[in-house]
Every structure is written in C-alpha cells, then in structure tokens.
C-alpha cells in the first residue's frame, strides 16, 4: 500500500539557514569568506568567478528575505566553496579552508535536517 507521505514543515527554514550561517561564520576556517573577494587586489577573480559569493552576502539576503527555502540558501553556500575551488588550487591556505568549510557545512546541515 502507498505509505501515506508526511507533510514537510517548511516553517522553521529560515531559522535553520540562520544557524547554519552563523556556524559557518564562527568557523576558524571562514576567514577567505567572511567578504567579498576585493578583485582590485586578486588579480583575475572578476574575469574568473561569474557570479561572486560570500558569507556577508548571504547574511545580507537572509536579513532582505531574499531567499525562499533552505535550498535556495544551500545552492549561495555551495557557489562559496564552488568559486573557491575554481579558483584556488586544492594545496593552498585558502583551497583547503575551502574544503574544510565545505566538509563542515554538509555535516551541520544533514544533522539540522535529521532533526526535524
Ligand atoms: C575566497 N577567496 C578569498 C581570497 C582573499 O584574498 N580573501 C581575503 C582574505 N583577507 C585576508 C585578511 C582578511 C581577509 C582570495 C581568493 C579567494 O578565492
């Protein structure tokens, strides 16, 4: 028989996209993100990265409503660490505080979300 589908309760997203920025944020890691990349003084990123991200943006767009779910939030996060690996070889201070930043947000999101 059809198992009857649980109603999914997207109240709470938002808070949740709170949290997990601010984890995020505290991140001793989150230092190359925590601002816009300042293109004037790394050459090539402008040319480089299309659509630039940064944890401050995104703070800026959660506090302007600008995101409708959480996954619309995940996919600003991941273009973070997606730019970052584009431009940034893997063995390099800030490649790696990519990846490890990238590894602790997949984490923190799947526990917020088996929470539920
Ligand atoms: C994500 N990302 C960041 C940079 C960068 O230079 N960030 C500034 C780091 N500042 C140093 C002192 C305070 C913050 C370069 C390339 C890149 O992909």
Known sequence: ??????????????????????????HQDAWPFLSPVRHKSVPGYRKVIKKPMDFSTIKEKLTNNLYLNLENFIVDVNLVFN??????????????????????????????????
């Open 1 to 26: 028989a059809k198992k009857a589908k649980k109603p999914k309760d997207s109240s709470n997203e938002l808070a949740v996209c709170r949290v997990l920025l601010a984890d995020l944020e505290a």
């Open 83 to 116: 730019n970052c690996q584009r431009f940034n070889e893997d063995d390099s201070e800030i490649g790696r505080a990519g990846h490890r930043m990238r590894r602790f947000f997949d984490k923190r999101w799947t526990e917020l979300l088996h929470l539920k």
